[in-house]
């Protein structure tokens, strides 16, 4: 195996106790990007840039429990750091799962294989809340992510940037109440339509987790944070704007004030899956990047978020099924299309596993080439 268990307790225990001893940062393109400075060129990650599309990824999570390995800090270093030695990516996403938080509140998650997140007990009726932890003690409950961003940080010797993630409140929810992964998510919208004040007590219980989530990553070394609200696209815009918005707003100004308090600030993110419709009300989050998935166009995005933000997608994940020379010439039209300040490439959604790893390679060295020709013809 890669990590050496004696070494790993030594650096957890080490960085805990002092963590501004993280190695300096030698690659802050992303950083800068996502405030909206000037960059040499474009950085460039992938959703799901760690997974099972790496034939490394997968033989080391052969015959491991999914959520076993979420807990081992050194499984999710080792995993967080496989796609930065094949590709020169502009930074990581922890590895990690957002189904963590409902089972720090106290449910049961299981990974079933060919099914996916399954939740042997989800929540039917309103009065299945009270199955919920009152006070969710987050250090307790997700310390060992916490331990696997800190061991990473060191791990990653400065390479690039680790980002942090959460689920938001409304994604969560619907996972609660739908058992699993689903098409319709009628069972969770049922709630916001028969069960509106419940709906909003469950939102409310889980923000103040995320929030306090969000605060231990970034106390544990994690200089991003990026928040999935994937099954945004679901609602319609009345709904988003009752259900998610003051929610994803909630989270940004929360945790920005507590980091302001300790003189500490990072990047947000959000991203909600399909949520066209929001690209306005989105853009004035407290967010510094928002996320987009491949079905908006570029520069209608721009338009619409007037400059308030940096942009950050939207390459249809399908697209890396085409021929290298035809991936080059997508993303030089959608660079084209976002400029090449104020913006990360990444896909519109996640990798899927049947993907091939050169392509992704040609994808980001795609994105670096033609930002840089771009960059010097300004
Ligand atoms: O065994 C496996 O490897 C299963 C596949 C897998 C992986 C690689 C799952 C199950 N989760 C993950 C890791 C993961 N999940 C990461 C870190 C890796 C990286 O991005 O590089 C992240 C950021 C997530 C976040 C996540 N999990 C989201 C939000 C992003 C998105 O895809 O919209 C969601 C919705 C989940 C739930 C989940 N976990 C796994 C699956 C297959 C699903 C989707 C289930 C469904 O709704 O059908």
Redesign the pocket.
Known sequence: MFFHPCTSYHIILFSVSSPKDFPQLKNDTFLRAARGEETEHVPVWC??????YLPEFREF?AGKD?FDTCRSPEACCELTLQPLRRFPFDAA?I?????VVPQAMGMDVQ?VAGK??TFPEPLKEPEDLQRLQVKVDVEKELGYVFKAITLTRHKIEGKVPLIG?T?APW?LMSYMIEGG?SNTHSKAKRWLYRHPEASHMLLKMLTDVVVEYLLGQVAAGAQALQV?E?HAGILGPVQFKDFSLPYLRDIARRVKDKLKEKGQDVPMIVFA?DAHYGLEDLSQSYYEVVGLDWTIDPRSARERTGGRVSLQGNMDPCALYSPKECISDIVRKMLEGFGTRGYIANLG??LYPDMDPENVGTFVEAVHQHSIQMNKQV
């Open positions: 959703m799901r840039q760690a997974g099972r999570r999914f996403i590895f990690s799962d957002i189904l990974m996916g997140p993630f689920g994604t992964g999935f994937s899956k959604h996640g």
